[in-house]
């Protein structure tokens, strides 16, 4: 398309969206009829010159909010409304609200720890582009598939790496291997050794949390087959955090299990200063309430219904 139709477009639409002309005044003003002017609109539409998004914030959950935060050990928390009744709309309006925010919480020369999963690769798919400097961008835990299945775990840091122009660093490894000596041996080696140090020094993580239910990314990834499934539900297991699986308290559910587990501890992500949950679904809401009585959340961002049944199901 060449720039004198390029012009038009962009002339037309502003005076459509932003002077509040009518299609008909627009079409005498340019020389052209109704329909030319619907017609280029709906290019203008189509090749990104325009973008319409429609802003749910203007919605308050102040209360529902507050109440979060005065019952777990929040700093803050972000709840966005169900609009449609359509999930994958909702995780990504979720994803939406945190890729908004992300700008705020993250700084030059400093080290931003990431996972990897559904929810996390509709967020990487809405970041932001930030001009930083000097930021390492490290996996939490490895994402290497043990199946066919692919987690996107790689694909996922690419995205934050552009979106911060930073480093990425990424452990070559599963989540899980049979034997803890196997997991020893394997955090020896000098790559996946600085990435575990790094987490050290990490100043913001991004995760989500899973549930047992399947599918789950874990389970497809072949980390975790179902005889393992079942001794996890018997111990008392009700979902995983960055590949370790929690109690209802939000704690390592095994040290033995969690010995086979190459990932940064989850010691280590609780002390993390600026720790970023993300997390859609009523079915995932014991898991939230565990991660959140552990501390492994400094900020949620969760949809309303959701935050309502944590509400309702929690006793403090």
Known sequence: MDT???????????????????????AEKEGISKSSVSRLLKNAMDIGLIEVRVKESVLSYSELEKELTEKFPLRRAVIIPDL??????LLQDVCG??????????????????????????????LPSLRLK????????????RAV??????????????????????????????????ADAIKQDGQIKEIL??????????????????????????????????????????????????????????????????????????KIPNKMLIAVGKEKTEVIIAALKGGLADSLY??????EEILKQYQG
Not at 13 to 23: A, D, R, T
């Open 97 to 126: 609200a945190l890729a908004e925010d992300l700008p705020r919480f993250l700084k030059n020369d400093s080290i931003l720890g990431v996972h990897w999963g559904h929810t996390l690769a509709v967020l990487a798919k809405q």
């Open 302 to 307: 969760i949809d309303a219904p959701t935050a």
């Open 197 to 270: 140090d790094m987490a050290d020094r990490c100043h913001t993580a991004i995760f989500s949390v899973g549930n047992l239910e399947r599918p789950s990314v874990l389970y497809e990834m072949g980390v975790i087959n179902e005889d393992s499934y079942r001794e996890v539900r018997e111990m008392g297991g009700i979902g995983d955090c960055c590949s370790h699986f929690i109690d209802k308290s939000g704690n390592v559910l095994d040290e033995k299990l969690d010995s086979r587990v190459i990932a940064t501890p989850l010691s280590v992500i609780k």
């Open 4 to 26: 004198t139709k390029i012009s038009q477009i962009l002339r037309i639409s502003k005076m459509y969206y932003e002077l509040n002309m009518g299609q008909v005044e627009i």
């Open 84 to 89: 449609v009744g359509n999930r994958q709309v």
């Open 134 to 145: 000097g930021v390492s961008v490290i996996q939490l835990s490895g994402g290497f598939s």
């Open 149 to 182: 299945y692919e987690s996107g775990a790689l694909d996922i840091l690419k995205n934050f790496v552009d979106c911060v122009n930073g480093t990425g660093y990424q452990i070559p490894a599963p989540a899980m291997v049979d034997q803890s000596f196997i």
